[in-house]
């Protein structure tokens, strides 16, 4: 697992338990350095795993 879907899910249930209705997030997919959290699944994939796995329709 990637440490920045580490940080989101922490953060999902944080805010989960307060309610909050959007996380943000600050990616770029335009970074060609090779970095996994800039690749496109890579930004899309924490979406579809809180959605699954909390029922949170972020």
């Known amino acids: 697992m990637e440490i920045n879907h580490l940080f989101l899910s922490f953060m999902a249930i944080y805010e989960q338990a ?3 209705q959007y996380i943000l997030t600050a990616v770029s997919g335009t970074d060609f350095s090779g970095y996994p ?3 496109e699944t890579s930004i899309k994939l924490p979406h579809v795993m809180l959605y699954l ?3 949170l329709n972020l």
């Open 18 to 20: 307060n309610r909050a």
């Open 37 to 39: 959290g800039c690749r």
């Open 53 to 55: 796995a909390m029922n």
